[in-house]
Every structure is written in structure tokens, then in C-alpha cells.
T-cell receptor, first 114, second 112 residues
């Protein structure tokens, strides 16, 4: 049973437009959420995170929104750039757990077209 | 470059065999984590070591074992390999449990 779901395997966006990547979770005990970005032949790299006590966190072009009642979070990238083309993983951790014990979604492949 | 080094990059072996994957964490990081990524799957947490001691286990098979040595490098041992063990195995390290993970580039294991 998948506790973290990324229902869109892929997303294609034009350069300069907004990219919105979505993630749903089922476990109400998750209290911290992270997004990782992965390029081919490389390991995932940390992008941005959000605590369950917040509903928004922003870092430059990247913003993560959390809707706890809907058990949904989204990553907005504005404006999208070709270098953003990668696989994006949503991840969550249980209350009291370390970030190492992350539960990952299957990822969404973002393609940003020039 | 994340600073986490994994060797080898690729490994091809036969069913029933045993392999060892190696990970050197970032300088100063005491925690090492192992993850498995099978085809079309997200990363599955296997095991966490902190300063030589096992801290948490995820969905790690009994055929798999790991250890972290005094110099903080870690090894993941996979034995009695099956075709379904073919996957990318990632190592990650962090300074504390609250720090973001830094992943290596993974070892691609192919079992034939």
C-alpha cells in the first residue's frame, strides 16, 4: 500500500511557464515533507521541505504548498527552466522519525521545453 | 557532487551469488542510509546506521545485511541473489537525523 503517491508519471511544460507537481499521502502521522530532484545517473538531491505546521514554504523559484485536510502537497516551479528537467520525488516522514526513514513516492518526470 | 561515494557503479552477477556494495559518507556525516529503487518504484528505505550502530530497519530482506565501520564507511551485503533484486541501490548520509540526506550516485545491480 503506497503511503505517498505521485499520480502523474510525467509532466511537460514550456520554458518560462509554471510547473506544478502534485503529491498525495495517506498517513496522517506524517509531519514533515520533502521534495528531491534527480537527474539521470545521479542520486537524488534535496530541493525543498515543509513542516506540517506550515502551509507554504518558498525558496527562490520553488514553492511547496501543503493542504493537510486534503493530505495533498504540491511543488510549484516558476518560471520553469530547461535545467529543471528531471525526476521529482515527493517524500514524507512519520512523527519523530529521522529524515533517513523517508517514504518516497514513485516520482514525476518533468520535461521543460525551450 | 554530494560528497557521498558509492562503489561499484555497476554490478552484474548471477542468481544465487553474493555481492557487497560500498558507501563512503560525506566528511563529518555520522549517519548512513541505504535505499533500493526497483524499476518504476520509488526509493524504498532499507536500513540506517549511526556512528556504527544500527538505528532503524525498513523493508530489508533477511538475505540482505549491512554494517558501518569505525571509519564510518558502510557496506551492504546482498546474498542468495534473485532476479528481483536487480535495482539501483543508493546510499545517503547526513550529519544528524534532522539534516537533509545527501545521496550518492547509486550502484546499479543486475542479476541474470
Amino acid at each position: 500500500d503506497q503511503q505517498v503517491k505521485q499520480n502523474s508519471p510525467s509532466l511537460s511544460v514550456q520554458e518560462g511557464r509554471i510547473s506544478i507537481l502534485n503529491c498525495d499521502y495517506t498517513n496522517s502521522m506524517f509531519d514533515y515533507f520533502l521534495w528531491y530532484k534527480k537527474y539521470p545517473a545521479e542520486g537524488p538531491t534535496f530541493l525543498i521541505s515543509i513542516s506540517s505546521i506550515k502551509d507554504k514554504n518558498e525558496d527562490g523559484r520553488f514553492t511547496v504548498f501543503l493542504n493537510k485536510s486534503a493530505k495533498h502537497l504540491s511543488l510549484h516551479i516558476v518560471p520553469s527552466q530547461p535545467g529543471d528537467s528531471a525526476v521529482y520525488f515527493c517524500a514524507a516522514i512519520n512523527y519523530g522519525g529521522s529524515q533517513g526513514n523517508l517514504i518516497f513516492g514513485k516520482g514525476t518526470k518533468l520535461s521543460v521545453k525551450p | 557532487d554530494s560528497g557521498v561515494t558509492q562503489t561499484p557503479k555497476h554490478l552484474i552477477t548471477a542468481t544465487g551469488q553474493r555481492v557487497t556494495l560500498r558507501c563512503s559518507p560525506r566528511s563529518g556525516d555520522l549517519s548512513v542510509y541505504w535505499y533500493q529503487q526497483s524499476l518504476d518504484q520509488g526509493l524504498q528505505f532499507l536500513i540506517h546506521y549511526y556512528n556504527g550502530e544500527e538505528r532503524a530497519k525498513g523493508n530489508i530482506l533477511e538475505r540482505f545485511s549491512a554494517q558501518q565501520f569505525p571509519d564510518l564507511h558502510s557496506e551492504l551485503n546482498l546474498s542468495s541473489l534473485e532476479l528481483g533484486d536487480s535495482a539501483l541501490y543508493f546510499c545517503a548520509s547526513s550529519w544528524t537525523g534532522d539534516s537533509p540526506l545527501h545521496f550518492g550516485n547509486g550502484t546499479r545491480l543486475t542479476v541474470t
